[in-house]
Structure formats: C-alpha cells, structure tokens
C-alpha cells in the first residue's frame, strides 16, 4: 500500500465556515509509514456525488481513507454509497446494535430506532471498535484496493486510526517513513524566528537526507514543523534530535516544545517535578489561566486555588489587596498584580502565586493604559517577576497571549530553580 | 451556471500541517450568488493526478475553479494540465510577457527566462489581470463548462475573484442567492435532535424554495445549520425565521440559540438585560465556566467572582462550605455543590451562585461515582436548580460539557423568570 486517496463527507466542509481539519492528522500518521497522500477531497451528503467520488477514487488508489457520514441519521450516506458502488450489500450486525444499545442505557436512555443504521456493514467488511461513540468504523478490502471508513468527529476518529495503524496498516507496508517532530516559540514574532532559524535548516536541505521545515504562526506561539525521510525510525529519532538541539541554540529561551507538548504540560511536568504547588488569581483573563492548567491530567496533584477577581472589591475581599494600593496606582498595575499574586499564594497555601491584571476589552483602555495592556506577577519560591506587557488583537486573543506569557514566565522560573534538561533550557 | 467544483493545487497541501483556505472564501462569495459548491479536491503537483482530476470535474460540473499551479517553475503544472485534458494547444500571449518584463524591470530587474511559461494561454481562453502578482489567471469557456484558473497566494486571488464576480460570473446565473441559518441544541442527543426536527424539515424540502438541513454533532451541542437559496435577503430571513419558529416547538427548550450565538453570549445578554450579576465556584470545571463566561465583552458588568476550589481545604476556607458537609457527602456531591455556590453568592455578593464538583478524569472515579459524574447547583434569585449529571468522554471533554449544561441551566432559569422572545423559550 503506497498511494492513498482521503474522502472527508459532509455538506458542512462545503460550507464558508468549515474546514476538514481530520485529514491533516490522517495524512501524519499515514507518512509515517511511508504511504503518500496523491489528493483529498470533500464531498457533501449526497449520494450521487458520494458513490461518483468513491468510484473514482478506487480507480487511482490502493487505499481509500473515508472520514464522516457514519452517523445515524438520512443525511449519513457513506456505508450506502460503499454498498453501491462496490456491489456489496449492506449486513446488520448484531454485536454493533448490541453495543450501541449499552451506550444509550449506560446513560438511561433507551437507544432510538434510527441508530441501527450504524449497525450495518458491508459484506466482507471488518468492523473497527469505536470507543468514543456510537459509530464503528470499518476495513474493507474489496478488488485489490482497502477502503476504511471512520466517523468525523476527531476524538472518535484519533482513537480508531491509531489501532488500525498498529494492527491492520503498518504490516502492509515496506517503504522509508517520514517522521516528524512539531517544536513551539512563544513571545517572539514569526520573522524573529524566521531569522534565527533560517541559517540552521538551509543546511538541513543539502544533506542525504534532508529535513524539510516548516515555520507557522499560531496564536501565542510559532511552530517549526520538522520532517525526515528515514528508513528506520531510531535514526530518524537520532537525526531528529541533533536538529532540534541545533535550534535550541539559536532561538534560545523561546524555545519551549520540540515533541508537540503544550505550555500547561510543560509546566505542570516541571511543577510536579520540583514538587512545588500554584494558585492563580486572575481579573482580565478571567480564569484562562486556571483552566489550562486544570486541562492537564493529574493538576490537583499541584493546582491549589484559582480566583477570578473582576471588580475592585472582590480583589480587595477575597485576595486581600490593599484598597490603598488599588486607589494610588489603578486595578491595572504592577503593585496590584502582585498584591493579587500574593494573596493568592497565602490563601491557596501554595508555593507559587500568579496575578494578572490588565484590560482585555473591547472597551475600558485609556491612552496611558491601551487595550491589550496587563499586569502580571509571579512570585515562585525565592525569585519572582513582576512586569508589564502589552499584546495585540481582541479580547479572546489578549486572554490567551497573556495566559501564554504567564505560564512561559512560570516555565523559565521553575527552569531558573532546577536546570532542567527537558524544559529546553540550558 | 450552478455546480462548482473547486480543485487546489499544490503538493504543500497534502501535507499534515497545511490546509487550503481559498476554498472558504471562494465558497462564500460564489454562494451569495446562488452557486453550489458540490465537491472540492486537493491535488498535489503532478501532471497525471492534476489531468485525472479535472477530467473528473469537468464530467460533473458546470463550474470548475481551479488555485495554485500557475506560477513560473517547473512544479507549476495548472495550465498544462488544463491543455492536456481540453486539447486546446497554448499559446504565448505577448501582452503578458510585456506585463511580466515590466513589473520586473520596476524593480531594477531583468525577467528570468522561465517567467514566460506564465504567459501561456490555452487557445480561446481569457486573461483576468493580476494586479498583485505575476501569475495572471484565465477564464476559459469549453464545451458548457467554465474553467476559472487563478493562483494560490490570498491576496493575489481576492482581488481577481472579486473582479470575475462583477464582470463574468454574476451575470451567467439567475440571481437567487444562498442564505444560512445556525441553530444549537444542548442537552440531547444527536439522534433525538434527529427525531425531533426530521418531520419538520423534511416538509420544508417538498417547497418551491426548499430549504437544506444539516445535523452536526459539536461538543456539547448540536447544531442545525439552515439553507436557502431565494431571490431577495428579505424574503430569505423571513423564511427562515418561520422555519426556526418550528423548529422551536419541535425542539423545545433544548434550541438555545437561533443565529449562531455562543451559550456564553446568550447567558450574558440575559444578566446584562435583567441587571443581574453571577458569581461561580469550580472544582471539576477548573476555570473554565469563568473563562467563557469573561469571553463575552463586557462581562465585568454582570460577572462578580469566579473562585476554583480543587482541594478541600480551599472549598473551607474560601467558599465556607462546612468541613462537615464535605466529610459527609464527599467533596462529589450535591450538598458540596449547592454549599459552593452558596459561598460563591455571598462572596461575590452576586444575584446568582453556581457551584460544581465533579471527576474530570482520568483518575479518581469510583464505582459509586465514575469518571464523568458532576454535581451542579445554580442559586438564582427565587429559584434553585442541584443535580447530579454523567458526561462522556475524556478529561477536557467532560469540563467542556459541564460547563455547558451549568452555562444552559443558568439560561433556563434567567428564562422562566423572565420569559424572554430571543432567548428561546415561550
């Protein structure tokens, strides 16, 4: 299996607001193992359109990757266009319609009668678990081409992806595989990196084996998407490794991940780590700060208290800042933002303490004190950082560029404290 | 001029980390007037699949819009591509290679030789003029089917877009335009949303103007997403609130939105209008109901304190729910949540407390009390909702839906106490 063809279903990809994004994951996983993505298509629910598409696609490929339109309901069309344009007719399946009978009554709810359409399945077709939801997949092989069909939801889809490639897909093929390695930057700018990194993966280009880089701004942080050509994956990993240490050498701190890792991962890795604690005491991010840590998977271990201080009032009441320190230097401002830092680290018990302060907006700037202006302070055991940045765009994007320079300040602090090999800085 | 089929070029596109955006635009735009985009496909840079694929479209389509492939290098393949599948020979235009060498020597340069391939013409095709770039698109009318070339790069293509709109396209169709309408459901099923809204909207496709439904299973909704294709944008919004007025008394309570507003939007519209302020305490949430509660601007209006209490100890000591309660009950429990929501009232000194409590996962549920489980207490003035609800799905998912149904049952009670025509419940 070499060449691949991936089908994304649904009249909403066909629509000015939607995107098939599952398609870039799929095209990842299956690189890896040496299988070329030759197109992509998105087609909506309609069956003329849908058959016509697989048809063609069957003519060119020896692997056809559908994702969507397994769900329950009329506009859910793929298992039928399968069914006609291979000739295969469609079989119900017991143990589906009893699987997904215990999904409904694992929630009280009585399965409705529509869903037995996920319980059918082209003849020849081997069924894939779906653990996340009620729509299996399937793996078909049907003249010389393997056909698999995978719901669209993404949480669903991953999961299932992911067994066929270690039981059904990696033994059919041979080929060198492209490996990847995702590193992110944040607080400099597209070009800054651009400069910096340039110099490095130019040279990259002329060996061997080249690894292709790829530099995309996303919101609060730059990604350089590295990728290699290799016929085994531990060399693929060594190589990999040397040009990630290149560029930690010349982006220095920015450089935060070079395995995928989030921020909230990074720094609740090094929090549980160093065994120390944090509470944050937040106004214009409004609680961003507390969920992203609390996103991560064992946080209670270290995550003690969040508070979300808007007004005046609850700073001073709940936080105990000083009304005084409030009147003589605005809400937002550096000796606030560490009053709050402070009152939350004494009331969560905690090591380190955070406050942020700023104005978020759309409204609420002043000609000294912009939109975009905030106030943060972290206070860690035996250092701490109080300062003043301003960051671009509206609202949402201001709670998540401030949210990203906290938790990088509490990253390069927890750094600072115990040198740490796999927080990338050195 | 109806069915459109839209192709990308370019071998980038197939890989993990870019997607083609055009197409959105281009979507958008060739909708307003009444164009269909049926299918859109990516191909990489290759002479064969790039043939294959148009051949393919122009079968099926009476409108074929092809971006990328026509700049000046060997991987640059649109153009010959389209001669080989047309059999049109091309043909050099003197008039674009004047255009070229002029923009070059503008900038004190000489044309590279190879920029003359960007001056070929399939025999009886249109040049459309690029004003930001070299590469100039062709319009070509060939046996019923019109091909419209132009490059990838956004801000080259806009433009030519919109003069095409104007001068070719409008005038070749009928002038009806398609209209949309996004509507969200929360608290059911896709498959009861199905059942609910199926007799409705399939009556709607037996019309003169028929009006389009998709289903769409979001994270912690549902959505429904509404078209129609009519001559005048007014006669198009009356139909379709006519059309969201029946879904209303198919769905019920559950439509929480009829434009495409967010919960939090609709929460805070319903605060700000009945002058109402709200204040949450979060353990299992982390955050993150006081995040998308600050997402709205100006939220400081109504939002007074939002207090993430993981440990016991915090519970007690700022939110002042009884130790006793706790030991009792379990930090997982109704009484737990209603005495946080009670703390956070008082604290905050806010109309409306909200407390939750509940096992985010991965770790820490119980036979009792499995991963998933949330207690919910939502205190508002003259009424009170506690109770205990089971959310699929992993770690972020189950704070994504939690949120959700706290943020609908604040709704739900800010509604019966005010029945309001836009918040959907009559």
């Given at each position: 299996v070499r060449r691949c063809e991936i089908i994304a279903v649904g009249s909403?990809?066909?629509?000015?607001?939607?995107?098939?994004?599952n398609s870039l994951f799929i095209t990842e996983r299956l690189n890896e193992i040496?299988?070329?993505?030759r197109a992509k298509m998105v087609v909506g629910d309609d069956l003329a359109d849908l058959s016509d598409a697989i048809r063609h696609a069957l003519d060119r490929v020896d692997l056809l990757v559908m994702t969507g339109?397994?769900?329950?309901?009329?506009?859910?069309l793929t298992r039928q266009a399968v069914a006609a344009v291979t000739g295969l007719p469609l079989d119900e399946d017991p143990n589906i319609v009893a699987g997904i009978e215990q999904r409904f009554h694992a929630r009280g709810l009585d399965m409705p009668a529509?869903?037995?359409?996920?319980?059918l399945v082209p003849r020849g077709g081997v069924v894939v678990e779906n653990p996340r939801g009620t729509a299996p997949g399937i793996w078909l092989e049907h003249e010389g081409t393997v056909l698999v069909l995978l719901p669209g939801p993404p949480r669903e889809l991953k999961p299932m992806l992911e067994a066929l490639m270690r039981e059904r897909l990696t033994p059919l093929t041979a080929g060198a595989g492209l490996y990847r390695r995702v590193l992110k930057v944040t607080g400099r700018t597209e070009s800054h990196v651009e400069e910096a990194a340039q110099p490095v993966y130019s040279q990259?280009?002329?060996?061997?084996?080249p690894i292709g880089t790829t530099i995309l701004a996303g919101p609060g942080q730059i990604e350089l998407h590295l990728s290699v050509r290799m016929d085994s994956s531990r060399e693929a990993a060594r190589v990999l490794d040397e040009a990630v240490a290149e560029l930690r050498v010349a982006l220095g701190?920015?450089?935060?991940?070079?395995?995928?890792?989030s921020m909230e991962q990074i720094v609740g890795r090094l929090l549980a780590r160093q065994g120390l604690t944090i509470a944050v005491a937040e106004s214009c991010t409004g609680g961003l700060i507390a969920s992203r840590l609390t996103?991560?998977?064992?946080?209670s271990a270290y995550f003690q208290l969040g508070v979300v201080a808007y007004s005046n009032r609850a700073k001073t009441d709940l936080?105990?800042?000083?009304a005084e320190v409030i009147d003589s230097?605005?809400?937002?401002s550096e000796p606030v933002a560490r009053a709050m830092a402070e009152g939350a680290r004494q009331r969560g018990a905690a090591d380190i303490g955070i406050g942020v302060t700023g104005i978020a907006g759309p409204?609420?700037?002043?000609?000294?004190?912009?939109?975009g202006t905030v106030a943060i302070a972290v206070l860690g055991p035996g250092r701490e950082v109080v300062r003043t940045s301003w960051f671009p765009g509206g609202r949402e994007q201001v709670k998540l560029f401030a949210s990203q320079a906290v938790l990088d300040t509490v990253r390069r602090l927890l750094l600072e404290r115990v040198p740490s090999p796999d927080g990338l800085m050195d």
């Open positions: 909403e990809l066909l629509t000015p607001s939607r995107l098939d994004t040496g299988i070329d993505v339109g397994l769900g329950p309901t009329d506009d859910d529509i869903n037995r359409r996920q319980a990259w280009l002329l060996r061997p084996n701190p920015y450089l935060f991940s070079s395995d995928g890792e996103d991560v998977p064992g946080s936080l105990g800042v000083p230097n605005g809400a937002v409204s609420g700037g002043t000609e000294s004190k912009p939109v």
